[in-house]
Structures are given as structure tokens and as C-alpha cells.
């Protein structure tokens, strides 16, 4: 089934890339566009749909996913390079960290740890050396002495546990406990399945520079690249019977204490290697002054704070891209209710405005007597967010999603987190008074500044036209800001605002440019969850002509008769 599946949608790409082509060459001969604009449009169309499939491809071949989410713990390690240039900036400003509410907070009375390389080192293995002074310093150990509240003397107490069994437990766990004879004792269990979820990132910051080591003018502040190591504890049958095994309890004689104080010491608690990742940080403010004073001005902030800001975006987005990875990362929820789509999750999950969701069906085949998951829609967050930072009570408040993809979702559909880095490639074509090959990327922003489906795009042009026989090649390029408005499950309306630069150059090669403005907005259709064809009308107002001097030669739709006005197009959008 699922290889006709695939073959079907590979049908239907196929025949959307022959409506394309069929449509360029109409436009051949109405718009007496060239081969070579055709054969480049086709080229960019063919790659985008390509990268489109690719990237389709992770649900056609995802796992089953977990019924249950259980909350996993994070310990934030920093690697040491005492004779990196800036790095007492990180050193120091390490303690102003903010840890996210979605991981138990495991840390521990140390936040660094020694690198067991020299910067200077090229070789492919950091992680087995990391790994391998994890195990020296006993950190594993140290998260699970941790999670049992161990003191010097090697007692321990179930209390932690317990209340993070507590605490993990959903308002269907605790109705579902209410209804049995062990009651709370039920979800204090759950704890002991958490202390296998317990993770270790380790951070690495390298190339720090200040704004003007980097060359940024006019701007004060911090940038620097940070390569993540994520390391696993395996806390197995065997290992949790050792520990059982030699607790202590008040009632043993000292010679018993210090036999089980003895054994304990020598229990050796794997780590195994996980994944990693890279992303970089930066933060600044501008150094120009205002003639005038701004009323309620705020005092500027210090190199220090600045670097604290950086450090806190640069842990936020670490975490946010091992989310994309690692199962155990992915929030697990059913649907609460609908009109508005509505789950139990929220702030005690980390979640975000914008955050993407996977919808699942279970459906069971009486062929094969099985039930299997099918996928059934994608859904995003709302900026209303509910506050359930507390132990479930059955009544847990609830947050808004929206539909971007799909059919008709129903309650106890199973919900995934399934994050993405916000970003859509446009590849299109347009035609009016402006036209040519045209591309953009939109950025969504919703987990940034709070605003559903709120973009940043970047746009950019080619084309090539003659006026009064001259042939003249035209660049451009600008951004703005867009606003998704979902009209139904699977078509959206995004209108969009924005200024940008067109460029060319004359008959004796001088460059000519101006400034235009940008208004409009571009229906999309989807076709995948992660693909739309879209279609679009934009309204260029452009400006003077001026060449490199800043010389002024009239309005550039003087210049060039009529380049202003609307222009309509049509193109196919991929996500990622």
C-alpha cells in the first residue's frame, strides 16, 4: 500500500510538473520569453520539488510512535577551555542560565567539565573523548545519586522520585490511578521509568567574538558557534538491582552500611552516546546614538548581560534542535477537543507558539488483525499556551492549536511534537510590468515573538527584458513581513508588506537602481504537509533612478516605461 501510496504522490508531482512546463511554454509564446528562461525556471522548479519529496520522506518512514510521553531530565555540562580567548565571558555568566520547565532539571553543584581535547585538535573522535571523561569524572553516577537524594554516608530516599512520578503523570493517568487500591503509590512508580530518560548535553562554545573582533559595524555584542554532544544513561534491570540491592537503611549495622557503601561506590553506570548537533548565537545592540533622547530609555547593557542573552538563545535553540532528533524529546498527547483544537499540554511541555504537531488514527485492518498509525494532519500552536506547571489534578487547563494540513481531526487523535526549523522555500515565476524568475524564504516567528504564523521573508528576482530594443538584466532583492491566515485545513492567504532594491546596468555599463516598496498576498494550496503550489498578486511602487554616485536620472518607470504596477505569480512552496 504504502509503495502505490508513493507512487501516486510521485504521479502527482509529476503531472504538476507537466502543468508547469506546459504553462511556460504558453507563456513562450504569449510573453515571447526565451528557452534559456524557461530551461533555468524549470532547473530551480525540478530541485525545489526534489528537496520536497526529500524531505516527505521522514514520514513515510517513521517509526511507530509511543502511546505514552514520559518527561526526560537534562544535565547541561559546558566544556572548559580555561585559555580560549573570552571564554571567562562564558565562565561567568553561566549561573544566569534559565532551564526549560519541558526536562526535569538535573543539574548538578558543577556546571563544567574540563575538555579532554585541545582546541587545536582536528581529529573526527571529540565525542568518544567527551564520553570517556563523563565516565571518569562518574557523572552518570553523580545524576542517579541525584535522583535517589544520596548523601555522603550513601543514604538514599525515594522522595524525588516520586514526586516527579507525580508530576510527570497526565489527568488520564490520574484518573485512571483514582479508579484503583494503590491510587498515588500507582504514580509515584512512574518516577523509576524516568531515571532512564535522564540526558546529558554537552556544550561546546567556540569562535567567540565580540561585534568588533567580527567586523559588524556599528553594533556592540557577542557571537559564537556551539557544537552539542547528547549522551543517554542506561539505566537498565541490572543496574537498578544493584542499587536495591545495597540500600541502606536505618535499621542495618554499621558493618552492613559499609559493605553497601563499598558496593555502591563501584557500581559503574553507563552512558551511551546519543547524537549531536551545531548552531550558532549572537546577540548585540547598536552603538549609533540618537541626536534625540528617547523618553523611558532603558540603560545599555553590558558586555556581560549580553553574553548572558546570547548564552540563554544559544540553549533555547540547542534544546529546540535536539527535539527534532531524539524520541524521547517529542511531546506525546491526544486531542482533548476540537472547534478549537484543544490538548493538555503546555508551559510544563515548553511549548512555544508555532510549535508543529503531527496528528495520528489509529486504525485497526481485520486482515491483519493489526492497528496501525496513520498519519491524518498537522496542527501548530496557538499563543494561547496553558499554564499547567503544576501536579495533574484530572482538570488540567488546556492550550489552542490550528490546522495547517489535513483532514478532519477528531478527539483522542494522538498528537507528536514534530519541530521544524520554521522555514519555506518559494521558487516561482512572475509576469507584469516586474516579472522573472522569483524566489523567497519565508521565516515563521510565532516562537520568537509570540504571533501565529507571523513571517520574515527574504525575496529575490531575475529577469531580463528589452526597452527601445535594449536589453537590459534585472536583479532584485528585499525582505518584509508576512501573515499566514488559514482559510481552510489546507489552503492559506499570506499577505505580505515589504520594501526592497532593483538593479540593472545601462548601455555604457554604469549600475542603475531604485528602491521600491512591495504589497500583496499569495494563496497556497497544499499539496504534502510540507509542499504547496501557490499563486499570487503583488503591487511594486518603485523610485528614483540613481546610479552608483547617488546621481539621480528620474523615476525608474520613466527610465523604463511602466515598471511599476501589479504582477501575478504562481510558484510551488517546501517547508523544513
Known sequence: MQIILNYCLNLFQNRLLCSIIAALLNLKSTYNLTMKKISFTLLFLICVIGFATAQSKDVAKMLKVPDTY????????????????????????????????????????????????????????????????????????????????????????????HSRGMFNATDEAFLEAKTTKRGNAQLEDFGNRLIDMSYVVVADFYDIKSMEEAKVKDSRGWQASVQTYLYKIDFNEEIRNKIYDNWIYDEDSPEVKDTKRVALSKIEIPLVFVTTSMNT??????????????????????????????????????LYNLEMKVEDFKVITSINGV????????????????????????????????TTQKLRGVVRSTPKIADNVQVATGKSPTTEFYQTCGRRLQTGYLLQQRNDFGGELSAGYEIGEIGGIYGRLDLRMGRYVGVKALFLYIEGGYESKDYNTVSFKFTRYGGGLAKGLQLTRNSELRPYVGIGLEETKNAAQVKLSTVYFKGGANLGINIKHNVQIFGGVGYYMTGDTKDENDVSYGDWDTAFAGRSGMSILAGIRIGF
Open 339 to 370: 472547534n478549537p483544537l484543544r490538548a493538555k499540554i503546555g508551559k510544563k511541555e515548553g511549548l512555544k507558539t508555532d510549535y508543529r504537531f503531527f496528528a495520528y488514527e489509529y486504525v485497526y485492518d481485520e486482515k491483519s488483525n493489526l
Open 70 to 161: 514520559n518527561r526526560s531530565s537534562v544535565t547541561l555540562l559546558v566544556l572548559d577551555f580555561p585559555g580560549d580567548y573570552h571564554y571567562n565571558f562564558v565562565r561567568n555568566n553561566l549561573k544566569s542560565l534559565v532551564f526549560s520547565d519541558k526536562y526535569y532539571n538535573n543539574n548538578l553543584n558543577y556546571i563544567t567539565l574540563n575538555s579532554p581535547y585541545e582546541r587545536t585538535f582536528i581529529g573526527a573522535n571529540k565525542a568518544d573523548l567527551i564520553l570517556q571523561s563523563l565516565k571518569n569524572k562518574r557523572v552518570a553516577n553523580d545524576i542517579v545519586a541525584k535522583w535517589y537524594s544520596m548523601d555522603s554516608q550513601g543514604k538514599m530516599s525515594l522522595d524525588l522520585v
Open 281 to 318: 548565537a549572537s546577540e548585540s545592540v547598536s552603538t549609533k546614538t540618537s541626536s534625540i533622547p528617547l523618553v523611558g530609555s532603558k540603560k545599555p547593557k553590558t558586555d556581560d548581560e549580553l553574553m548572558a542573552k546570547m548564552m540563554q538563545d544559544a540553549y533555547n535553540e540547542i
